[in-house]
């Protein structure tokens, strides 16, 4: 079974449009939502958690439809939006009295030992933390109901390194169990290459790319040689190329690339590189 | 559900602590002003609805609550339901402001009347129904709409619904809305129940606005939401319908009450059914015990209108029924009503006599059935000028029907104007007593006659005639049996005032009146003495003893009153003072008095005569020259 499936899911907002959005991901497994600023990630996001109305398409999280009313699916995903959606005068008691009431498998004790992890004073109201600790605990709420799927929109976005390495290893732990999975959009990227077993590339609204991420490293491959030696190898196998006085460095399919020395390729560099390539 | 109305619930008792601040500046408000103008405070507390939609957006909860495990309807609902408990908290808040407010005024204001249980009801009513329906406009909106659009967007029902109450508050005054509530008192009830229909009714629309998917969750709403608009439309437009059903044949009641004034009445059942219809609708009305407010009510309802300086008395919109009411000074109840109507002038009847009217009295008597006097009444096409009517504590009533006559040349004499009054008494149901009342014209010279007659009565006349209904208002048995706090009442409906210096001493209020009351140890009426002064002093230049013996020769001991007055108009002789007492063993004594000042009396120089004459139980008994 599938912790998610979206098939042809399109929204319409006039000057953008997400059109035709076709991703699976498995259970157990996380996946990466790459995309530049405005590319569609926390839309899709929204669609599919029903936080926004889908124009067409099918959602099914664990194998039933996504609808309004499905509250035994939203009892086990946890969600992490973008900004830190509590209301500012709550504290942290107040905000587990009214989970509790919200979820059926919350738990208190898993909540108060992250707020102690993560060093949240419980006393304090929630506009009195900073971002980070406000993010972290959404985090800490999204952990503590015994979730099996977390949806994760940019939760790393303006955090410090130290914090973002942090909650990347508290994801690490989330997915220990084999049956919990992992939806991350962020538009950094070295936090998804550490994390992630699945990456989509979406860009203006369409999925450009999505695979294992391990395939996709060993699909692609970074090669050094003269335009001469470029032109010999077939277009559609060029990813990217970066011609400069020393030589040309492209990003080519690796099977195209015999005779040439490869290096690895990051998933920055091809998400860059397919990025542009679109435009 | 209950995690969303924990949260809502808490940022509420976050957000709104001012609110004890609220009600007590809503309170102050409303004790320096009628009360309305704090209903404005509620506009306010619902416009915090807006804020707590721009607080949850602002945080991202909006957002983040579609993403917990609770239905569109469990969102929705609780939004509502707080809402509710706002509307709620502002209305209870609003009585309260409106009570304590109202029981200073009453402290500070004896003629101020607080509301009764049926007003605050009907008043809470329509408060619940004006903001259920705001809130039904209100809140869809909110949820439709974001951001600045919604801000915008919200603040026109805002501003609406801010007039509409206080307008609204203002038409429960009207008398159409109290003739409405008082003849359907349940009507304020279905109002507030339409409202909360229509509240329910938004709900399923912000339901179906807040649902992204699932056609058949969004198909069940609608349906429910149909259902209930057709509901709330068949309620209103019934209730609607006997509305205007009622406020129509009151109007056609009330018209026929100030019809009543002119008696063209030829079938005796018209004149007794029009009888009935002023004084059923009062007696049946009314009863011992009830308030002032609730007899407010009930007669503002049938259109009569309040003495905004004494609300104890009450007027048709004629002008020709007045209503006051009496109640005990301790508990405020009810112990008896005073009805007057004045429906026609008096009958001019040419070249009158005494016999005319005797022969015009004989007609009446007592024991005689109020069906045969109605009957009497239009065979002899004389009907009362006025009909006044009493409902006693013990809720004995009493009725007087008042004819009047009047004609210029009485007795033969040429501008001779008397007054001829009949009164008869009944109890409802046979005539008790029947007393008549002449009252002439001792007018001193035809010149000066003419004068006076041609633009305004004289003072004497005008005297004469206030002196007779004193006298026959105040000095009589039915006033002696009266305990002294229920006759000084009746002086002060008379317009008479208390002396500061003496309790028992009052006075009219052209101050030529003086009634006394005496009291036993028991504190009760012995005796009742009235004196009025309208003559003045008449001055003679030069007259002897005989000169003025001669004068009253004609007045002797033994004849009764009736002759002794005609006497004095054949005489052209006026008093200056008549006083007048009845004592509670029935006795009654009248002393007319008339003073001279003579220049030279007997030669000897300045004196003042003064000649009194005493009459007892209706014969001069004394008279005495000093």
Not at chain 1, 77 to 84: K, M, N, T, Y
Not at chain 1, 206 to 228: F, P, Q
Not at chain 2, 79 to 99: P, R
Request: negative net charge; hydrophobic residues 35%.
């Amino acid at each position: 079974m599938n912790a998610i499936e979206i098939k042809g899911l399109c929204k319409n907002y006039g000057r953008f449009r997400l059109d035709n959005i076709d991703l699976t991901l498995p259970c157990g497994c996380i996946m990466g939502l790459i995309g530049e600023n405005g590319a569609g990630k926390s839309t899709t996001i929204k669609l599919l958690l029903d936080i926004i109305k889908k124009d067409a398409g099918k959602i099914h999280i664990f194998g039933k439809e996504m609808t309004s009313d499905a509250t035994d699916i939203k009892n086990d995903i946890g969600v992490v939006l973008d900004e830190p959606c509590f209301p500012e005068l709550l504290k942290a008691s107040d905000i587990n009295s009214i989970m509790e009431k919200i979820y059926t498998k919350w738990n208190g004790e898993t909540f108060f030992s992250l707020l102690k992890r993560f060093d949240i004073d419980e006393k304090k109201r929630f506009k009195s933390l900073s971002k980070g600790m406000k993010m972290k605990m959404s985090i800490a709420v999204a952990l503590s109901h015994n979730a099996k799927l977390l949806i994760l929109d940019e939760p790393t976005s303006g955090l410090d390194p130290v914090i973002r390495d942090e909650i990347v290893e508290i994801f690490y732990e989330f997915t220990r169990n084999p049956m919990n999975s992992i939806l991350i959009s962020s538009h950094i990227v070295s936090d998804l290459e550490k994390l992630c077993d699945y990456i989509a590339f979406i860009h203006k609204g369409r999925l450009l790319l999505c695979d294992e991420k391990d395939r996709l490293l060993e699909k692609y491959c970074v090669i050094h040689c003269t335009a001469d030696e470029l032109a010999e190898i077939p277009e559609d196998n060029v990813i990217h190329k970066k011609e400069s006085s020393y030589g040309v460095e492209a990003i080519v399919k690796r099977y195209a690339a015999d005779g040439f020395e490869t290096s690895p390729v990051g998933i920055e560099e091809l998400f860059v590189a397919v990025i542009k390539e679109a435009k | 559900m209950k995690g969303l109305l924990l949260k809502e619930f808490q940022v509420w008792l976050r957000t709104r602590s001012y609110f004890l601040i609220y009600l007590l500046a809503m309170t102050v408000v409303a004790c320096y002003t009628s009360g309305r103008v704090s209903a404005v405070g509620l506009g306010v507390l619902v416009g915090q609805i807006a804020s707590a939609f721009l607080v949850d957006e602002k945080c991202g909860w909006l957002s983040y609550s579609k993403t917990l495990p609770c239905t569109p309807f469990q969102r929705v609902s609780a939004k509502y339901i707080v809402t509710s408990f706002e509307l709620f908290f502002g209305i209870a808040a609003y009585i309260i402001s409106s009570f304590v407010s109202q029981s200073y005024l009453k402290s500070v204001s004896s003629y101020f009347s607080p509301p009764g249980p049926f007003e605050i009801y009907s008043e809470t009513c329509i408060l619940i129904a004006f903001t259920a329906l705001y809130i039904a406009v209100y809140l869809p909106l909110c949820f439709k709409l974001t951001g600045s659009k919604r801000t915008f967007v919200t603040l026109i029902p805002s501003l609406i619904y801010i007039f509409a109450l206080i307008m609204g508050l203002t038409v429960l005054n009207n008398g159409e809305w109290n003739i409405l509530i008082s003849n359907i008192k349940w009507l304020p009830a279905v109002i507030a129940a339409v409202g909360f229909i229509l509240f329910g009714i938004s709900l399923m629309i912000s339901v179906i606005i807040e649902t992204n998917s699932g056609d058949s969750y969004k198909n069940k709403f609608k349906k429910a939401a149909i259902l209930l608009c057709a509901l709330a439309a068949v309620i209103s437009i019934l209730t609607a319908a006997i509305a205007v059903k009622t406020v129509g044949t009151h109007k056609t009641q009330k018209e026929e009450s100030d019809n009543l004034g002119y008696f063209m009445l030829r079938d005796v059942d018209e004149i007794k059914d029009d009888y009935n219809n002023i004084y059923t609708n009062f007696c049946n009305e009314f009863h011992v015990g009830m308030t002032v407010q609730q007899c407010a009510e009930r007669l503002v309802g049938m259109g009569y209108f309040q003495n905004q300086t004494n609300p104890e008395k009450f007027y048709s919109e004629s002008g020709k029924v007045n209503i006051n009411l009496t109640t005990d000074d301790e508990t405020g109840k009810l112990t008896s009503t005073y009805v007057y109507c004045n429906l026609v002038e008096e009958k001019d009847i040419k070249n009158a006599t005494y016999e005319t009217f005797s022969n015009l009295k004989e007609n009446f008597h007592e024991g005689m059935s109020e069906d045969k006097l109605h009957l009497t009444f239009n065979q002899l096409e004389v009907f009362p000028c006025d009909i006044s009517e009493r409902l006693f504590f013990d809720d004995q009533l009493k009725r007087h029907y008042t004819l009047k006559f009047s004609t210029d040349e009485f007795n033969g004499s040429p501008n001779n104007h008397a007054l001829f009054r009949i009164i008869i008494a009944t109890d409802g149901e046979t005539v008790t007593s029947i007393e008549d009342t002449t009252i002439h014209n001792y007018g001193k010279g035809d010149e000066e006659t003419t004068e006076t007659t041609e633009t305004t009565e004289s003072h004497l006349e005008k005297g004469n005639r206030e002196m007779s209904e004193f006298i026959t208002n105040l000095c009589n048995e039915n006033n002696i049996k009266k305990t002294p706090r229920e006759f000084t009442k009746k002086l002060k409906k008379y317009d008479y005032t208390e002396s500061e210096e003496n309790y028992d001493l009052y006075y009219s209020a052209d101050g030529k009146v003086t009634v006394s009351l005496v009291t036993d140890s028991n504190d009760k009426l012995t005796e009742i003495l009235a004196v009025a002064n309208y003559g003045e002093t008449k001055y003679i230049e030069s007259a002897s003893e005989e000169d003025m013996t001669a004068i009253f020769k004609e007045i002797v001991t033994g004849m009764t009153e009736t002759s002794f007055q005609q006497k004095l108009s054949e005489l052209d002789l006026c008093p200056d003072t008549i006083k007048e007492s009845f004592t509670d063993n029935g006795k009654h004594r009248r002393t007319y008095e008339f003073r001279y000042r003579i220049e030279d009396y007997n030669g000897n120089g300045t004196a003042t005569y003064t000649v009194t004459v005493d009459i007892t139980d209706g014969k001069v008994t004394d008279i005495t020259a000093l």
